[in-house]
T-cell receptor
Framework: KNQVEQSPQSLIILEGKNCTLQ??????????LRWYKQDTGRGPVSLTI?????NTKSNGRYTATLDADTKQSSLHITASQLSDSASYIC?????????????FGIGTKLQVIP | EPEVTQTPSHQVTQMGQEVILRCVPI?????FYWYRQILGQKVEFLVS????????KSEIFDDQFSVERPDGSNFTLKIRSTKLEDSAMYFC?????????????FGQGTRLTVV
């Protein structure tokens, strides 16, 4: 069964600090992995998308890594800002009979405090 | 910047009633999706739509659900006879190409409350 596990469930950090969120998956055959940011009561917004051959991808202060061998990904946030407070969701896609099966993680709830 | 728009933002309905959730995808996008998120739970895929037909659906998307693209701009999700457990945030998304190649852009969601 395809699963995406994220840790920690929640995290509180001081403004300006860095943090790293983890995602482990058991999805196959792997197609791509995305990180989304979801503000409370809003739709998810894409941060990065990584395919099998990509190890690292950056988007501003966000850097995602992917280890396809260990089936792990991380999202590193540098110099956090109050506006980074949100849920961060890891989403993994698998190829299935020509279609994409998408599995969402439950997300890590990040709170950045002054 | 183009965006996916959803209406209404909040819908309250009585159990057993039919509801239609509306979405206007980004204009040059060809693939459309519906997802739902029950409060406190993860986002779940419902259905994808391409070329005027369903291309994929999850086990959640049973006979009480249907989707339609009634004109060139709208994409709707109909729930025929709502149940209490249908209460959730429903997100519409669209993408230029299939999910394998491009990102999907999400709307702000419709919060459906079934009473």
């Amino acid at each position: 069964k395809n699963q995406v596990e994220q840790s920690p469930q929640s995290l509180i950090i001081l403004e300006g600090k860095n943090c790293t969120l983890q995602c482990n998956y058991t999805v196959s055959p792997f197609s791509n992995l995305r990180w989304y940011k979801q503000d409370t009561g809003r739709g998810p917004v894409s941060l990065t998308i990584m395919t099998f051959s990509e190890n690292t991808k950056s988007n501003g202060r966000y850097t995602a890594t992917l280890d396809a061998d260990t089936k792990q990904s991380s999202l590193h946030i540098t110099a956090s800002q109050l506006s980074d407070s949100a849920s961060y969701i890891c989403v993994v896609s698998a190829n299935s009979g020509g279609y994409q099966k998408v599995t969402f993680g439950i997300g890590t709830k990040l709170q950045v405090i002054p | 910047e183009p965006e996916v728009t959803q209406t209404p933002s909040h819908q309250v309905t009585q159990m057993g009633q039919e509801v239609i959730l509306r979405c206007v995808p980004i204009s040059n996008h060809l693939y459309f999706y519906w997802y739902r998120q029950i409060l406190g739970q993860k986002v779940e895929f419902l259905v994808s739509f391409y070329n005027n037909e369903i291309s994929e659906k999850s086990e959640i998307f049973d006979d009480q659900f249907s989707v339609e693209r009634p004109d060139g701009s709208n994409f709707t999700l109909k729930i025929r006879s709502t149940k209490l457990e249908d209460s959730a945030m429903y997100f519409c998304a669209s993408s230029e190409e299939s999910r394998a190649r491009t990102e999907a852009f999400f709307g702000q969601g419709t919060r459906l409350t079934v009473v």
